[in-house]
């Protein structure tokens, strides 16, 4: 998702372009690294079973901004699945990690993500086609190829062709493989788990995407925060009024009143309480207004009441519902307050216009969604096979050893509830819970946005607990997430956002409480005594 990512990319890029000036190029003859790197660029390839390569070009990068030096290789497989490795020059951990894009991917800026600082050899790919932005569909227009590597072939071949260019530089196979993806990364995430069960041992899914029933639920979500005409439905004042009348019911669950809902699933929250009486309007909220936040938190329905998905939002996530463009948020509002298309309308769009078979193309518009007929066509359509994700059998990934965690933050406008259907509908299929739990554990974490962010506990090392899961055999019992001072982020100028955080987090990043993330369903309750800021004074409640 994320047009917002957009300006950190464009942040990054910039930052990348200074990252390659002519001196970098000059120390090359006198470092045998360098010489190995450059001589990629000749190197043949293309007999990379399942993934022909090519290499582009492949160079130094000196140390910048916390990123150790290293070895830039940028190439493509067959026939257009581009791509950029990483490769430490010094200090290789001997690990493989490729990171997950955003949004319809289409460029390779998400090599921000890479955790090179921790010594990783890291790829990230565009899936198989070019685009300039985050949201964007006319590529997929006639085009079955770039459909399939966008759906669930690109993050395969990216690994198989990443793995092999490591080993080459290194002289040294990667003794460990990972993947982070999130939002479509943790689409990705999951084919890889279900469809190429050896390419990773630890895969972790962040903000999960688990199919396209996300972009019925995005049209849904928008269209009932407006009126016929179009007019929102709900100032600020409003979204504050039920927001405060959600906390009210349900904040304490956790054992502590602090604006956070510690198990929103089981919040039974009623929003005709807050209705107005007569001659009163403030505080309060109009039928029509009560009436389209059912709809928002009951999801998509068919005029005779058909359930469309397994539910919407969640209480307590009422204050993503409308946003302004320049609010520091998810990037996944349902509409922007200001009247421009929000960044998951856009996705909405062009998925519709371009990326359903048939596609429609551009005389295609949001109302012309009917809610009550083309679901139909929405939920088996032709191109749903290329990029759903939801197959609940991943008996081959746990005998081939691999370990998955996916995460989701409750105010996620890709739905919470559909991560939590898919992994309940695994445990099933696995045989129940502690079947499942060996191998895959889902993290729901209050207050937070989409991958991260938000009043929540939401800066969380979910790649530290996989090393340890996958190199020394410790599950992750509990994530200790800490909320990060979001002024922090304001202070630190261009980009001003949390995805730019690395980890471990450094110690200049200030932390205003921590927190338990216990795996689903259990959620972190207050002991009743000690200092409520810090983790330890949590423990594991169950429904
Ligand atoms: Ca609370």
New binding site residues.
Partial sequence: MIKRFIFILLSVVASLLGALPCEAQTEAATDTSAATCSALASADFSGIAEAPTQIVDAQIVEAKDGVPRFCQVRGYVWPQVGFELRLPVSDWNHKFIEIGCGGSCGHLGWTFWCPTHRGYACIASNMGHQSGKEQDGLWAYNNLQGQMDFGYRGAHVVAVAGKAITESYYRNAPKYSYFHGCSTGSRQALMEAQRYPWDFDGIIGGGVWVDDADTLSFLWHSRMLRNADGKLLFSKADIETLHQAA?DK?????????????NPLNCRFDPSTLRCKSGVSNGCLTGEQIDAANKVYSGPVTSAGEQLSVGGLVPGSERGWIKEPSDLGSGTEPVFRDGSASYTEDWELEYFRWMTLPPPGRGWNLKDFDFDRDYRRFSSGAQLPLTSANNPDLRKFKRAGGKLLLYVGWKDNVLPRIAVDYYETTQKTMGGPKETQDFFRLFTI?GTDHCLGGEGPWAIDYLGYMEAWVERGQAPDRLIGAHVDPTYFKRQGAPPHPLALRFPLEADVPTDFTRPIYPYPLWAK?KGVGDPRKAEHFEPTAP
């Fill in positions: 906390l349900c904040d304490l669950d956790d054992g502590i009143k602090d604006g956070l809902i510690g209050p207050y």
